[in-house]
C-alpha cells in the first residue's frame, strides 16, 4: 500500500440521519457488517483515532475524521479490503449520494472521495466471508 493510500473508505456527513441512510443503503445493498462501519460523536476521539491508524490510514488522513467527529458529525466507514474495484465504486457512489466528504474532499468537492482508496489491499486474515 502507497504511504497515502488507506484501506478504508470513510464518509463524513453533517447529518446524523444521512449517515444512517447511507450505512442501511450499503447494507441493504449487500455489504456485511464485517465491513461496514457508523462511528457516532459521542466521548472523544482517541480511541477512533488509534483504530484509524492501526489500520494503515494515513495519519493526516486520521486526524482529520478524528476532528470531524469531535466536531459532532457521524462517519460511516467501508472496509476495502478483499472488495472488488465495483463494489468499491459502488460504496463511494452511495456515500456521495447521501451527502458525505473525506479527508480528501474535504468537503468543498465529492469529486474527490475516495481517491486514496487501497484498491489492491488484501482481506483481513480475520475476514471469514467468503
Known amino acids: 500500500m502507497a504511504k497515502n493510500e488507506t484501506p478504508i473508505i470513510v464518509g ?7 449517515a444512517e441512510q447511507a450505512y442501511n443503503e450499503l447494507y ?3 455489504f456485511g457488517q464485517d465491513y ?3 462511528a457516532q460523536p459521542s466521548d472523544g ?3 477512533l483515532l488509534n483504530q484509524f491508524e492501526n ?3 494515513p495519519q493526516d488522513d486520521a486526524r482529520f475524521y478524528a476532528h470531524e467527529y469531535d466536531a459532532g458529525r457521524s462517519l460511516v466507514t467501508v472496509r476495502a479490503g478483499g472488495l472488488p474495484e465495483s463494489s468499491i465504486q459502488d460504496a463511494i457512489t452511495i456515500l456521495k449520494r447521501h451527502g458525505a466528504y473525506d479527508a480528501r474532499s474535504r468537503g468543498s468537492s465529492q469529486d474527490e472521495l475516495g481517491s486514496n482508496v487501497n484498491r489492491s489491499a488484501e482481506k483481513p486474515y480475520f475476514d471469514t466471508t467468503a
Open 12 to 18: 463524513v456527513f453533517q447529518d446524523r440521519k444521512q
Open 28 to 30: 441493504n445493498v449487500g
Open 36 to 38: 461496514l462501519g457508523f
Open 45 to 47: 476521539s482517541k480511541g
Open 55 to 57: 489500520v494503515g490510514m
